[in-house]
């Protein structure tokens, strides 16, 4: 069989609608809870005790987020990204014949992007993060479903063994090791108060301790959890496209399974976890690492749910113009993505409205669903104009070492 002799990004035509549609849909749903970081201290994503009220309807707003989105669109992104890793390579394998060089050159890419996000924008990325996990997931992608599931079982209990032994041996770790643990679940107020201080300052200014939280994400914080969590996503991700699961081959019933089954189970064992740990009082001892279990698990149940749900509305053709915009959303999620930090990292910090650390939990959904409406309007006007999204081009023009056709004809 005859190979084109140089690859090409995918046509509209070769995207595949149900992927879209699940990308647009985590990527809104991520923002529930990375606002908490822009606009609060980060210890208080870990431990909300940490800063802000806990009482009333900001109670119930951390409740619910946590219970729904906390690591739930995560999990799902992280799903599509390895689904995503078997769409790019089987369509640069039939036109060329190879795609090590391509995929290598766009992770490379990705990690270029990551870096800058990271440290000059947000220190929450996940973009170095998932380029850094591409590298190795590449070497998956031939794998049958079935050793697929086995290996993302494999990395998935990797962090949790950890948090369950660190739980285990928690009576027997000296008070100095305590002592150290403290400085990161529960900081000291001036500490705080520092990253309060920090944030509402300058770019300049803000940029030692967006350089120190990004540093740590990308080396304990990633070696520790997130490698393995994503990881583990990722390869469940291309063992459900290869089953057919993401682009809504199987019959509607199996995905009414899939969401009733994994609601049943996310939701419970997450407000289980909640449960726990406010009748702990979210002590380091308690909650820091066996705490952390109940929603581990319980976000992957739900994100499994999530793609029930959204593959049910899409084989039902339910909501047709919110699927049509969440599908726009979907194709420009990396220019969606750095526009999210954009916009947020303007409100809250210093440079723009220099809101951190001033506006409640409540008050952050609003901003949310400002952000949530802006993208759903104009990611659709500008797909009707154009075949990617900026940052996408840019993506893509880099890889592939040329200039893809932008505007539409």
């Known amino acids: 069989m005859a190979h084109e002799s140089s690859p090409a990004p995918l046509t509209s035509a070769e995207r595949i609608d149900s992927l879209d549609l699940l990308r647009g849909f985590a990527l809104l749903g991520i923002l529930l809870m990375n606002i ?3 606009a609060m201290p980060g210890p208080a994503y870990t431990n909300p005790s940490n800063y802000g009220d806990l009482g009333g309807v900001n109670l119930w707003v951390w409740v619910l987020t946590h219970i729904l989105a906390d690591q739930k669109f995560m999990s799902l992104f992280s799903m599509l990204f390895g689904a995503g890793v078997c769409v790019f390579t089987e369509r640069a394998m039939e036109k060329t014949g190879h795609a090590a060089a391509l995929h290598y050159r766009r992770t490379f890419w990705l990690l270029v992007f990551g870096l800058i996000h990271a440290h000059l924008i947000w220190y929450g990325d996940i973009l170095y993060s998932y380029a850094l996990c591409g590298l190795l997931l590449y070497l998956f992608r031939r794998l049958s479903p079935r050793a697929l599931l086995i290996w993302s079982a494999v990395f998935l209990l990797v962090p949790a063994v950890y948090s369950g032994f660190i739980q285990w041996a928690m009576p027997y770790i000296p008070a100095e ?3 150290g643990m403290m400085q990161s679940w529960a900081p000291p107020a001036e500490k705080i108060q520092a990253e309060v201080s920090g944030y509402q300052g300058s770019w300049i200014e803000q940029q030692s301790q967006r350089h120190q939280s990004a540093l740590m994400l990308e080396t304990v914080v990633f070696a520790i959890h997130f490698f393995w969590r994503a990881m583990g996503m990722m390869l469940l991700g291309m063992a459900l496209y290869k089953l057919g699961v993401l682009s809504g081959r199987r019959p509607p019933a199996f995905y009414t399974r899939m969401l009733l089954i994994g609601a049943i189970l996310g939701i419970s064992l997450s407000a289980w976890g909640v449960h726990w ?6 002590s380091l001892e308690a909650s820091m690492f066996g705490g952390s279990l109940f929603n581990y698990f319980g976000s992957i149940a739900l994100a499994l749910a999530y793609v029930g749900l959204v593959i049910r509305l899409y084989q039902a053709q339910a909501a047709v113009g919110l699927q049509q915009r969440l599908r726009a959303v979907g194709r420009m999620a990396f220019s969606n993505y750095i526009a999210q930090s954009l916009l947020c990292t303007f409100v809250f910090y210093g440079f ?8 409640e939990r409540w008050q952050q959904l609003l901003v949310v669903l400002a952000v949530w409406t802006l993208q759903l309007i104009w ?7 154009f075949l990617f999204g900026p940052l996408e081009w840019l993506w893509r023009a880099l890889s592939y070492m040329q200039r893809p056709r932008m505007r539409r004809v």
């Open 379 to 385: 990611s659709p006007i500008w797909m009707r104009h």
């Open 352 to 359: 723009g409205l220099g809101l951190f650390g001033q506006v």
């Open 277 to 282: 740990n406010f009748s702990h009082g979210w």
């Open 36 to 38: 908490q970081v822009f």
């Open 177 to 179: 090791a305590k002592a």
